[in-house]
């Protein structure tokens, strides 16, 4: 059974602050105390997956003051992405076909599956793809000649020179590739990749996609930028690295957070005061990175907090890519209009009952795709080949029989 979305303001905030209470009861010690250590950035992903949940169940979309602070949690994502691949290419200096293989079946597997399953177009599950192109342009931009990785930084600081050219021209390229839709849409319209950009509305495929990837189109290449900026600074002890101190002299370090404080109450007033999502997404590109910086340096100037956590919110942002498949499909169900019913008329009870069930898939559906990730792709490079030619064939096979079918 399903029933309509119905949000109020109130009961939204109460969400807010039943999982606040929820994080800040299983604070514990970070394993590292590093600049957004792992359990730190599980731990934003978990928080920020859980605001989205609410967001999407709650039909908060039609507050255009909570969208706008909704799209920033969407950029922080794909900063976060960006930042965390960066790090690894750059201090493993792996660029194989294995580490490329597995980071982008893993992100697709369950999507994949669902597509075929459910009878869904790729873009119904639209963060999927963002994530899954962004890493893409991170991996090409560090794969293109020259390579450079840190073990190459020890020599000598020209790879440092050509990773800033490379993260400046991907700057100038997001610059200029979402200014044209003429230009994007040459890009993106040939077949099959247009298959992949399918949406109910046939007509507008590839603006939808020119329109959701060009969003946050500057927080990829900012991520890249900030963590080589962080690299940098830790390796030329710019910063101080001891977990226990603060990053920068005392009053310096208090200067920092009063400034990211003044950026909130700016970007506040700027939800507060924009007139329409227009208008707000066409300003959201170019101020994003202003919130996301801020929220970062509040969480790890401190040291007491840096080196904290929410073992919850951690917990969370394990399965949030899952959580976020699987709303549309338990939570949603399966039209993103309306909301699972399993008792009529006790929305609270409903709420607890679906909710339990969705975690517990989500959760089981995370480690079977874990699994499923590992059996599939190999390090033996004959063999992945042949993996990826068969499941090319395949896909191609599908959009070709797709097309077909369109026309009779």
């Known amino acids: 059974m399903k029933e309509s979305k119905v949000y109020g303001l109130g009961v939204f905030l109460a969400c807010l602050g039943v999982f606040f209470l929820l994080g800040i009861s299983s604070w514990k010690v970070a394993s590292k105390g590093d600049y957004l250590n792992r359990d730190q950035t599980d731990e934003w992903k978990g928080w920020m997956q859980l605001v989205i949940l609410a ?10 003051h909570v969208y706008v602070w909704v799209r920033i949690l969407v950029a922080s994502y794909l900063f976060m992405s960006a930042y965390g691949h960066f790090n690894y290419f750059w201090n493993k200096g792996d660029y194989s076909l294995f580490r490329f293989s597995q980071v982008l079946l893993r992100m697709n597997i369950l999507t994949v ?6 009878n869904r177009p790729y873009q119904f599950y639209y963060f ?10 991170v991996y090409l931009t560090h794969l293109m000649w020259p390579q450079m990785d840190a ?12 990773m800033f050219v490379k993260i400046g021209l991907l700057l100038i390229v997001s610059l200029l590739l979402w ?5 994007f849409s040459s890009l993106f319209s040939w077949w099959p990749l247009i298959e992949l950009f399918r949406t109910q509305n046939e007509d507008s495929m590839v603006r939808e996609w020119w329109f959701r990837s060009g969003l946050d189109r500057f927080m990829a290449p900012y991520g890249m930028l900030f963590a080589f900026l962080l690299i940098i600074a830790k390796n030329s002890k710019w910063i101080n690295t001891d977990p226990a101190q603060w990053p920068f002299s005392k009053v310096v370090s208090w200067i920092v957070l009063i400034l990211s404080l003044v950026v909130f109450a700016f970007y506040g007033r700027f ?39 929410s073992a919850f919110f951690a ?3 394990k399965i949030s890519l899952e959580l976020f498949i699987g ?6 169900a399966n039209d993103t209009y309306s909301l699972l019913v399993f008792i009529p008329g006790f929305p609270f009870a409903n709420a607890a009952i679906t909710t339990f069930v969705f975690v517990c898939v989500a959760h089981e559906i995370s480690s079977i795709c874990g699994v499923l990730t590992s059996y599939a792709v190999t390090k033996d490079v004959p063999t992945m080949i042949k993996r990826i030619a068969f499941l090319a064939g395949l896909l191609a096979v599908t959009l070709l029989l797709h097309v077909l079918t369109k026309r009779d």
């Open 55 to 64: 967001y999407h169940y709650l039909g908060a979309s039609a507050d255009l």
């Open 113 to 118: 599956l669902l597509c075929y399953t459910m």
């Open 128 to 137: 999927m793809p963002l994530i899954s192109f962004y890493f893409i342009i």
């Open 151 to 162: 073990s190459k930084a020890k020599e000598t600081n020209k790879p440092i020179f050509i």
């Open 179 to 183: 200014k044209s839709l003429t230009l």
């Open 271 to 309: 939800s507060l005061s924009c007139p329409n999502k227009p208008e707000c997404n066409a300003t959201h590109s170019w101020i994003s990175f202003l919130p996301v910086t801020a929220f970062m340096l509040l969480r790890n100037i401190i040291p007491s907090l840096r080196t904290c956590y």
């Open 315 to 317: 917990w969370t942002g």
């Open 327 to 332: 709303q549309y499909h338990i939570w949603l």
